[in-house]
């Protein structure tokens, strides 16, 4: 079946303009996760979403970051007036959380953003 | 606050030998651990998994231990090939909810 597809895979913007990012998870899936990786750096949470919950926002770095789940399945990740420290791969990961089972996330391949 | 940490950014193993990596944790609620396999350009990739309750899961050429009482984890792979070279993050959930700390990753390299 299809896995996490996120889109698009490279966006190269000006630094002020607002980017949206989007990711669809594999079909059922209840949880849905957004991470940054930076250049050599390990993957930096951002925030989960878990059914009709209210989301984990702790992640987020910024208030010109948002990012909002629509239907329970796809989400898109905000950025407003983009900065050159924004300038990161954005991974999308969806899981399906079931209580009492251990389940992995499952990651897409990414949107590597670049501020000028 | 680093809660995962992987103290070693690159490891070097001949074909065939083994190759340990390394991950240590500083949270005693985590209570489901995880390897991932990164390649460039791609997502990272679920690898293995142990839950607290274990201190070994094996998986073909893939065992990872846990030692609970250290807060540490290890990844084995024997025999190493050179399609293992990669990226490997450590992972760990937090078992109060469901959000998920990565280490920084140590890039295996098996030379042929």
């Known amino acids: 079946g299809a896995g996490v597809s996120q889109s698009p895979s490279n966006k190269v913007t000006e630094k002020g303009k607002d980017v949206e990012l989007r990711c669809d998870p594999i079909s059922g899936h209840t949880a849905l996760y957004w991470y940054r990786q930076s250049l050599g750096q390990g993957l930096e949470f951002l925030i989960y979403f878990q059914g009709n919950s209210a989301p984990d926002k702790s992640g987020l770095p910024s208030d010109r970051f948002s990012a909002e789940r629509t239907g329970g399945s796809v989400s898109t990740l905000t950025i407003q007036r983009t900065q050159q420290e924004d300038s990161a791969v954005y991974l999308c990961?969806?899981?399906?959380?079931?209580?009492?089972?251990?389940?992995?996330?499952?990651f897409g391949d990414g949107t590597r953003l670049s501020i000028l | 606050d680093q809660q995962v940490k992987q103290n070693s950014p690159s490891l070097s193993v001949q074909e065939g030998r083994i190759s340990i990596l390394n991950c240590d944790y500083t949270n005693s609620m985590f209570d489901y651990f995880l390897w991932y396999k990164k390649y460039p350009a791609e997502g990272p990739t679920f690898l293995i998994s142990i839950s607290s309750i274990k201190d070994k899961n094996e998986d073909g050429r893939f065992t990872v231990f846990l030692n609970k009482s250290a807060k540490h984890l290890s990844l084995h792979i024997v025999p190493s090939q050179p399609g293992d070279s990669a990226v490997y993050f450590c992972a760990a959930r937090d078992g109060r909810g469901n959000q998920f700390y990565f280490g920084t990753g140590t890039s295996l390299t098996v030379i042929p």
């Open positions: 990961a969806s899981s399906y959380l079931r209580t009492g089972n251990n389940q992995p996330q499952h």
